[in-house]
C-alpha cells in the first residue's frame, strides 16, 4: 500500500476536523485545535499503520486537543472591566451567548451537554460510526447513539425552530 502525503490528508480530511473541533469548542477556539491536531497528526503519521482509519485517527487527535484547549481555558484568568457584585454572575449566565457567538448553531450547540455536543460532532460532522464515537467517548454504543438522538431533538425544538 501507498502511503500518501501529509498534505494531501490535510486537504482530505481537514474540513471535517475542523467542523468537529468547531462543533466541539466553538469558532473562536476551533483553528487553534484544528492546528494543533495536524501539527501532532504530522509528527505521528509516519507511524500510523497501514489500513488505518485516518479521518478516525484524526478526529481522535482533535479530540485530544479539545481537551487540552478546556483545561487551558478553565486555569486562564477572566479579564472584567469591573468586579461583579458578590452573590451575582455579572450580568451573564453561562447560557448567555458572548460577542464572540456569531453562529447560531454554535450557540444552539453550546446550550448542550457536552456528551450530546460531542456524540453529535463525531457522528454527523466527522461522519465516524456510533461503535467509533463510543470508543472515543469511552462509552456503549447504545448510550452514544441516546445522546446524540437527545442532542439532535433539543436542536431541532430549540425556540420552536427546526435547525436541520
Known sequence: MEVKPFEAIVREHGA??????RA????DDAEDAWSETFLAALRAYP???AGANVQAWLVTIAKRKAIDVHRSAARRPVLVPELPEPG???GRSTETPGPGDHDGLWAALRTLPQRQREALAYHHLAGLPF???AVLLGSTEAAVRRSAADGMKKLRTMDGE???
Open 162 to 164: 427546526d435547525l436541520r
Open 88 to 90: 451575582s454572575d455579572g
Open 16 to 21: 471535517v476536523v475542523l467542523r468537529v473541533c
Open 24 to 27: 466541539v469548542l466553538g469558532p
Open 131 to 133: 461503535a467509533e464515537v
Open 47 to 49: 507511524e500510523l499503520q
